[in-house]
C-alpha cells in the first residue's frame, strides 16, 4: 500500500508534469500568434551593432564579411556577446527591414 508521503510525491510530480506540458503548448500557441502578425506586419528593427562590429573585428574591409554565414559558428563573431546579426537570423526572426539611426 502507498503511503501519503509516497502519494503526495507522485501527485505533485503529475502535477509539475502537466504544467509543463500545458506551458509548453501555451509558448507554441504564442509562437504562432507572432509569426502570423510578423507575416503581416514587417518588423522593423532601429537598432544592430553589425556594422560597429564589421569596424571593430574586420577594421572596415566589408570585403571580408560574409552575411550568409551562421556567424555563431565564426570567430570572432561567435565569442562576442554583441554579435548577434547575420542573415540566418534575421530571417528566422522574420526581420523586414533594418534601419541605423543616429
Known sequence: MINP????????????????????????ERLEIAK???EEVPLTDGHNDLP??????????INEFEL??????VEPWSISKYSHTDLPRLK???????VRIK
Open 68 to 73: 550568409n554565414t551562421d556567424l555563431t559558428m
Open 5 to 28: 508521503c509516497e502519494r503526495r510525491s507522485v501527485a505533485c510530480l503529475l502535477l509539475a508534469i502537466i504544467a509543463v506540458v500545458a506551458a509548453a503548448s501555451y509558448d507554441r
Open 36 to 38: 502570423q502578425i510578423l
Open 52 to 61: 560597429w562590429n564589421i569596424r571593430k573585428f574586420l577594421r572596415n574591409q
Open 92 to 98: 528566422t526572426g522574420m526581420v523586414g527591414a533594418q
